[in-house]
Every structure is written in C-alpha cells, then in structure tokens.
C-alpha cells in the first residue's frame, strides 16, 4: 500500500510540473503540438494544443494523427529482428541476396544497414529529390508520388560513400532498403507487416500509413514555413517506406514503447542487441547510433531516444530507462524542434537534474575543455587543425565529412555555456563529456575522445 501511494503522489506530482507549453510553441513555431508523458508504464500526461489545420482551425486532440517521420526505423528494425527469430534471415546476410538489382551495395550486411554505417549515400539528400519539391499557390508539394525503384533509381549508380563498417552516415536508404527485405522474406507488404505484427500487438489503434492520409478523418495538416509564412506541405507517399512513412498519435507511441520493452514485440535479448550501438570509437558520429535508437545521456541521465522529420512534422520519442520515465512529442510543423521541446518538459519535471547541469563536475581539465571549445570552432569554419588528430581521426575527416559537420553545427547556434560533465575510458579512448547550451536554446552533449599520446581520437555533438 505504501508503494501505492508513494507511486501515486509521484504521478501527481508529474502532472503538476508539466507547464502550459504555449510559450514553447510559439518559439517553435508549432501549430499544433501532442505530448505524453509516462511514469512507471502510467500515462500521466495525455494532452493536445494548437490546431491541425491553420485554415478551418479544427484543434489537435489526443486521435489526431502526425507523420512521426524517422520514428518509424524502429518498428522496421524490429521487424527485421523478428524475422531473425524465426529463423527466416540473419543479421549477417549480405544485402545483394534480396536486392540484387543493387550491385554497389551487394556486399553490406543488414546488421551494416540497421547501425547505419553501410557507405549507401542517402536518398533525400541527392539533387534529384530535392528536385522534386516544388511551390504551387499556398502549398509546397512534390512534382510525383515515389516507389522503392524510384528511390533505388536515385542511388544506385552512385559508388558506396565509404567502406561499410568503417564510418556511420545516417541515411534514410538504409532503412528503405531494409523494408523491402521484411517484404522479401515476409510475403507481405512493408504496411501490412507492420500492421499486423507491430501494431496490433501494442494495440496501436490509431496508426497508419502515409499513403493513407487522403482517407484518413483525423490527420493533421504539415506545415513548413517558407518565404515567411506557413504553407500546407506535401505527404512524402512513397517516398518514405520503412524510413518513415508511419502516422500515428503521441498515445500509440506510448503503447509502442510499453510493447517493445514490456516483450511483445521481440525477445529481451533482441531487445537489447536493438539498442547497443555499433562498434565504432567512442567520440566518432554514430558511436551512439543502435538499431532505430540513440543511446545517451542527457541531465545526466541515461536516455534511449530517435526523432522523425517529414516535409511537415516533426517527433521525438524519449525515454529514460533508469528513471522509468518516457516523452513523447509531436508537431506538425517540420521546422518545429520536437527534441528541444521534449528537453524542455524533461527539465520542467527535473528542476533539480536540470539545475545540477550548469555545475561542473569536479576534476575539469582546462586544457581539455578549451580544446573541446576550439576544435567545436573549427568545425564551424570549416577549418581544422589535423595536427591535432590521431591517424585515425585524421582518415575519418575527410573533406566532404568536415563540408558536412559545418552545416550540421552551424544549424545549432553559438555555445554559450560549456558544463564539463565527467570522463570515461572506453577502447583505450579518454572520453570527456560536456553539456553545451546554445543561443538557439538548443542544449546538447558534446564529446571528445582524447588517445593515450594526448590526440583527438573523435568529437561528436550527441543528436546530430
């Protein structure tokens, strides 16, 4: 009984600290906005704001359904590992013995494509997609509906990025590619499959599929801002497959969560081989990157999480382990930051943890954090001072690597504030860990890798 109690003033409590988030929707610029919190496998948290469609003003409620983009990689992930436990594939099958169309690719391995670090360039990143989209009126749309031989059209002469198992380059391909195996070695279409072994078992009503949106009552309306003012965006129908094409409901998320790491979905051992990140140095990009999951921290503690962008939403789905505590947001507009909203609601509801991360842990090294500060600005420019760098580091930066890292950094702002979290060795490699706050409001794990001889062995920003 006192446990009980104890659970329920907890919950309470929980319901309390979740703040109005009209402020934070606004600064996202968010139309409309789901959010659900759990404690200990309860929904304590259950709620929408906003409109789904600007024009007719018809509000978000709890049914409403979002494009929850990227998200989907983990139920195509789990697909793959159930089709392992029937003995049906391995994780070690090489690609070309289910696409064999795809010859560049023949020789990765599926387990290369669920870590993302097969080489395959990805697909919504060539020009020949962004070739696609298009303004017409009010609406942004895309000039034709994609197939998986459209998509492999855009990639497959291309020669693979770099030696798959060397380097992690998240793309959207990867999983792509992976669903048309489910489909191969199931008979089943990717949507059926996931229909029938996903969500049925997690009794996610209120889920489907891009392609069912026309016919779909409740769907929100994408947005994305251009030219300054918000304009309906297009479904990416066909264009998404096992990379992201699912819509659902904050709730059902929270259903899928409770099914995959309550055992319904896959074995306990597959679960957690789905959430192990591969083998790469510690400090390198993708060192966090599992199966269709991130593996980090953030307020210091430990947190399993992925997001999903589409043309016009965006999604984050979080959960912290240790504190049996999970957060799921979604907006429908895709320049919306669902994970910095998600940020926001975990920090609201641990004031204390938040609080304890702009204090540093004890034994900083100064040396080590101006080195970290230095080489963050030298990504920034686009310069980098190789003598620096261990060897291996020194292979890994390539030019089109170093084009990369500046883009993606310079999106997140200028830091502001470094708080020196602590040290780990892992391989061999002293790993340093900061929390970074930006002037975007944008708070992130920062981590250098520092080797034996006192050399940057890897540097990465945790969820980029």
């Known amino acids: 009984m006192q446990f009980r109690l104890t659970s329920l003033v907890a919950a309470l409590a929980l319901i309390a600290a979740v703040p109005n988030p009209s402020a934070i929707m606004q600064s996202q610029d968010a139309p409309g906005l789901q959010l659900v919190v759990v404690d200990h496998g309860s929904i304590v948290t259950d709620r929408a704001y906003g409109v789904r469609n ?27 590992l ?4 029937k003995g049906l594939l391995s994780l070690d099958d090489r690609l070309g013995a289910y696409v064999p169309q795809y010859a560049a690719a023949r020789n990765v391995t599926l387990r290369q494509l669920l870590l993302q670090v097969s080489g395959i360039p990805n697909f919504t990143s060539t020009k020949a997609f962004t070739r696609l989209v298009a303004v017409r009126g009010t609406s942004v749309v895309l000039s034709r509906p994609g197939s998986f031989d459209a998509i492999l059209a855009m990639i497959d002469r291309k020669p693979l990025e770099f030696k798959p198992g060397t380097k992690w380059k998240y793309s959207n391909t990867n999983y792509v590619l992976l669903g048309r195996v489910v489909e191969i070695v199931s008979h089943m279409p990717w949507e059926a499959y996931i229909r029938t072994h996903m969500f049925a078992r997690a009794r996610m009503t209120d889920s489907s599929f891009m392609e069912n949106e026309s016919s779909t009552g409740d769907m929100a309306t994408g947005y994305v801002r251009y030219h300054g003012q918000l304009r309906p965006a297009p479904s990416m129908n066909g264009w998404a497959g096992g990379a992201g094409a699912i819509v659902s409901t904050a709730t059902d998320l929270a259903k899928w969560d409770a099914a995959l790491f309550g055992g319904k979905i896959i074995s306990a051992a597959d679960l957690r081989l789905m959430l192990t990140p ?3 140095p510690a400090g390198l990009p993708g060192a966090h990157y599992a199966f269709g999951w991130v593996d980090d921290r953030y307020d210091g503690q ?10 016009g939403f965006r999604a984050s789905n979080q959960i912290y382990p240790r504190l049996g505590q999970r957060i799921i947001v ?7 930051d669902a994970d910095a909203i998600a940020d926001a609601m975990f920090d609201q509801l ?11 842990a004890a034994g900083e090294n100064p040396a080590i954090t101006a080195l970290a500060k230095r080489i963050f600005g030298e990504f920034v420019s686009g310069s980098l001072d190789r003598s620096q760098l261990d060897d291996d580091m020194n292979r890994a930066m390539t030019p089109a690597l170093i084009a990369s890292a500046k883009a993606q950094f310079s999106q997140v702002g200028t830091p502001e504030l470094w708080v020196y979290q602590g040290k780990r060795i892992k391989n061999g490699t002293t790993l340093y860990e900061y929390r970074v706050t930006f002037t975007s409001g944008v ?12 050399k940057v062995a890897g540097y990465l920003l945790s969820g980029i």
């Open 443 to 454: 708070k992130l794990n920062v981590y250098i890798g520092i080797d034996a001889q006192g």
């Open 54 to 80: 600007i024009d007719t003003q018809e509000p978000v409620d709890v049914h409403t359904r979002f494009e929850i983009g990227s998200i989907t990689k983990q139920f195509t992930a789990a697909a793959i």
């Open 278 to 280: 591969g083998a790469l």
């Open 302 to 311: 430990a947190r399993f999480w992925h997001n999903g962008g589409t043309l």
């Open 82 to 85: 159930q089709l392992k436990e």
């Open 330 to 336: 979604l907006a429908n507009n895709s320049g919306s």
């Open 350 to 360: 641990h004031p204390q943890l938040a609080r304890r991360q702009t204090i540093n």
